[in-house]
């Protein structure tokens, strides 16, 4: 980049102090203007200078440039990101609303297009702008609380367990627990445990002291 300070003299003793970006090419470029008897007329001139260098460093064919960059651009992060660009191809473009509402459209991402259709798309640029702005901040929050709920579902806070209440075992004192009495191979008592009930005045069927072998509810349950 060049900067021309010119002072308020007379042509003939203007000052110039001159800044030069030192790339090869810009600086090959300028300098042999500065030493030569007759220097251009955009040495003096702000707007020419900065002509002249759209001239020498800049597309020959810009329009041509915007055009196929406007017609491959498309939202590839924000909306935010995305009208950047779009605004630097609209100036250099300078087409009407109704062409660039209709490119800048065509650029946006499926989800954005999708909420748009259902609020209804806006018809001029400016409105069209603001709607997808708003849409996308509301598409980042929503994809900004699903990570939250993710990681905490992977990570939730433990919480003290209590066990169930054991039921008491009820006791019935109908119900008498029966002795395993010692059998003999044939299945029936042997004779010392027969004695023993006998003298015992016990069941002879299940060993309680509650009845007798004709009152035994075991063998009446069997019946």
């Not at 702000?46 to 329009?63: A, E, K, S």
């Not at 960059?69 to 935010?80: D, G, P």
């Not at 990570?155 to 009820?170: E, Y």
């Amino acid at each position: 980049m060049v900067i021309l300070v010119v002072s308020s003299a007379s042509p003939l003793d203007l000052a110039l102090v001159v800044i030069v970006n030192r790339r090869a090419v810009a600086h090959q470029w300028f300098y042999p203007h500065l030493s030569t008897v007759n220097p251009p007329a955009w040495l003096t001139d702000y707007p020419l200078f900065i002509n002249q260098l759209r001239v020498v460093f800049g597309d020959p064919d810009r329009i041509a440039t915007a055009k196929r960059e406007i017609e491959a651009l498309s939202q590839t992060t924000s909306v935010a990101n995305y009208l950047t660009q779009f605004h630097q191809l609209q100036m250099t473009l300078n087409w009407g609303e109704d062409a660039m509402a209709w490119f800048f459209y065509r650029g946006l991402k499926e989800n954005v297009k999708d909420d748009l259709s259902h609020s209804g798309k806006p018809t001029d640029l400016e409105t069209l702008i603001q709607r997808s702005l708003e849409i996308d901040n509301c598409i980042a929050e929503r994809i900004s609380e699903k990570k939250r709920t993710i990681t905490w579902s992977a990570n939730p806070t433990t919480m003290p367990v209590s066990n169930p209440p054991i039921a008491p075992t009820t006791v019935h004192p109908s119900s008498p627990s029966v002795r395993r009495a010692p059998l003999t191979t044939a299945g029936k008592l042997d004779l010392e445990e027969y004695k023993r009930r006998q003298t015992n005045n016990l069941c002879i069927y299940c060993a309680s002291s509650e009845h007798v072998v004709t009152d035994c509810p075991i063998i009446k349950s069997k019946k």
